[in-house]
């Protein structure tokens, strides 16, 4: 069987340093890192967005080869802002590259098929963000690049959101999802990677790395009784931009 | 499929205002026919054809450019007159005609398609290739404003009073008094640039979910850019070298053909280049008959009936800029 993903020297200049990322088999990944340690950058890169370097490989083809219908079959990605451009309607929306039957197909898996005929800018941040990311599920692509998919999204849909992600897995999509909630992502995820300055520095189970001092040290806090905690010790890192 | 029908009503209402405009106003054309065929004939053939078909050709190029800017821009204020492209054309234009003359199209041709694209590429090289678009808007003022200074310094400048009025009635917009040869010169660029900005729909289209999505998609957003900048600068240059600036239909043609598309910028351009040809068509309608005794410059029209929507426009639009 061919890897999933396979993303050799893959960088962004000033934003990623060149970094190798694989997925043998369909799971979900959970990128953490503090803000600005480029989760985003390497969804990116993956992506193929910004005119990174490096080579990606999905089931063996590279995106850039393939034209933007059969692409759309291979990843598709969510970006962290829920700026929509023009008032498309929320079913238009998830049909942007997607067909009408997959369209309704993942507008109903977000319990979203009322809303197919109300207009995207008349609809709350956390609303929106349920068309976006349905829009982004739509095609049923190989790969799911998702940017903070639950981030204004209420508990009930952040969990189900997480369950809908397991289910992708579950019927062979590969998913690398950038959040900040540690929690969430240790009880959802297959492995947790974690970034800092532009890098990846750690990666693995996700309790070991929840326990792991590299992670605390990164994020400048701990667990202390169940509960995350500032580091009484000034964190490791410096600010580096990303 | 409603989308179907309702191109080709307003594909129809724009052979009706084709028509109208050939026909209109009826009296002396059926008085020539009755008295000498031929007659009638020229009158159809070299006065009110080439208009008709200028009229249709800046207003659908107006439209379609109109609409691929406000999508690539994601701005329903943005448009050609915005953009500096075509005040950039008529200096361009008034530039060459003072070296050459009005009467030496090719060369006019040239002077505006190369101001229009000067224009542009100053707005890209001001506001930077991934600009904001306040950043773009506002370079595109200025690079207006600057233009237009440096035209009205240009009439200042006329070498004769002859040149100066030339230039002036040129710049207000007039189709009148252009010959068959003349249309086509502008009609043929404008039809090209049109035809090829067709087939940027889809990747402008999926501009709405943003640059990052579309190029997920596999869209390169700058070569993009780059083709509706040239596109655009070559079909807007080219009427403008032959009919003078006419402002406000490259604004308001993509506002209402969206209306039609649900809102989709990239499918919007046919629609907005069929409702520029009506508008323009029905615009030079308004010129005829308006009871002044001499012709209205078209240009003045347009600006008139699209000053007020353009206000209107602003106080309606409170979903996006009270964000």
């Known amino acids: 069987m061919t890897t999933l993903l396979k993303a050799e020297g893959i960088a962004l ?107 995207v800018d008349r609809l709350s941040t956390g609303e929106r963000s349920r068309v976006l990311i349905a829009r982004a599920l739509a095609p049923r692509p190989r790969l799911l690049l998702l940017d903070e998919p639950v981030a204004n999204l209420d508990p009930l849909w952040q969990l189900r959101l997480m369950e809908r992600l397991r289910e992708a897995v579950a019927q062979g999509q590969g998913a690398v999802v950038a959040m900040h909630d540690l929690d969430l992502a240790a009880r959802y995820a297959d492995r947790l990677v974690l970034i800092d300055a532009g890098a990846i520095v750690a990666e693995g189970a996700p309790e070991a790395m929840l326990g792991s001092e590299r992670l605390q040290g990164v994020f400048g806090i701990e667990r202390v009784e169940g509960e995350w905690r500032p580091l009484s010790s000034p964190p490791r890192r410096g600010g580096e931009a990303g | ?17 084709f028509a109208a405009s050939l026909l209109l106003p009826l009296p002396p054309l059926a008085a020539l026919l009755g008295a000498d065929r031929s007659l009638a004939f020229a009158l159809l053939w070299e006065l009110r054809l080439p208009r008709a078909a200028l009229a249709l050709a800046y207003g659908a190029m ?53 101001g229009a694209l000067g224009a542009l590429l100053l707005l890209l090289a001001l506001a930077g290739p991934r600009a904001e678009t306040a950043t773009l808007l506002l370079a595109g003022l200025a690079i207006s404003a600057l233009a237009g200074a440096l035209t009205t310094l240009a009439l200042a400048l006329a070498p004769s009073p002859f040149a100066f009025y030339d230039a002036y009635e040129w710049l207000m917009g007039s189709l009148v008094d252009r010959s068959l040869e003349q249309a086509a010169f502008a009609a043929a660029p404008a039809l090209v640039a049109i035809l090829l900005l067709l087939r940027l729909a889809r990747p402008l289209d999926s501009l709405t979910l943003g640059e990052e999505v579309a190029q997920s998609f596999g869209h390169d957003v700058r070569r993009l850019r780059v083709e509706i900048v040239c596109l655009t600068a070559f079909g807007v240059g080219a009427c403008v070298a032959i009919c003078g600036a006419i402002g406000f239909v490259g604004l308001v ?10 809102g989709h910028p990239g499918r919007a351009i046919l629609p907005a280049a069929l409702i520029g040809g009506v508008l323009l068509l029905a615009a030079d309608l308004v010129v005829r ?3 002044l005794g001499r012709t209205l410059p078209i240009g003045v029209v347009t600006a008139l009936l699209g000053a007020p929507f353009f206000l209107w426009l602003v106080a309606h639009m409170r979903w996006r800029l009270g964000r």
């Open chain 2, 289 to 291: 008959a308006a009871p």
């Open chain 2, 253 to 262: 043609a993509p506002i209402f053909a969206r209306r039609l598309t649900g």
């Open chain 1, 13 to 119: 200049a000033g934003r990623l340093h060149p970094t190798d990322f694989a997925m043998e088999a369909p799971e979900l990944t959970c990128l953490v890192g503090p803000n600005g340690s480029g989760k985003t950058s390497l969804l990116h890169a993956l992506a193929r967005i910004g005119w990174p370097a490096g080579e990606v490989r999905i089931d063996g083809l590279r995106p850039e080869s393939l034209p933007p219908a059969r692409r759309s079959r291979l990843l598709s990605y969510l970006p962290a802002s829920r700026d929509i451009a023009w008032p498309l309607t929320a079913l238009d929306l998830v049909r942007l590259g997607a067909g009408a039957d997959e369209a309704d197909e993942a507008m109903a898996a977000l319990d979203l098929t009322s809303w197919a005929d109300r207009r």
């Open chain 2, 62 to 114: 107006l439209g379609a450019s109109g609409a691929a800017i406000q999508g690539l821009f994601a701005n329903p204020l943005a448009s050609p007159d915005l953009t500096g492209t075509t005040s950039g054309a008529a200096l361009g234009a008034v530039v060459t005609a003072y070296l050459l003359g009005f009467s030496a199209p090719l060369a006019l041709a040239l002077g505006a398609v190369g």
């Open chain 2, 1 to 17: 499929m409603r989308a179907v029908t309702r191109l080709l009503l307003l594909a129809l209402a724009m052979l009706a205002a």
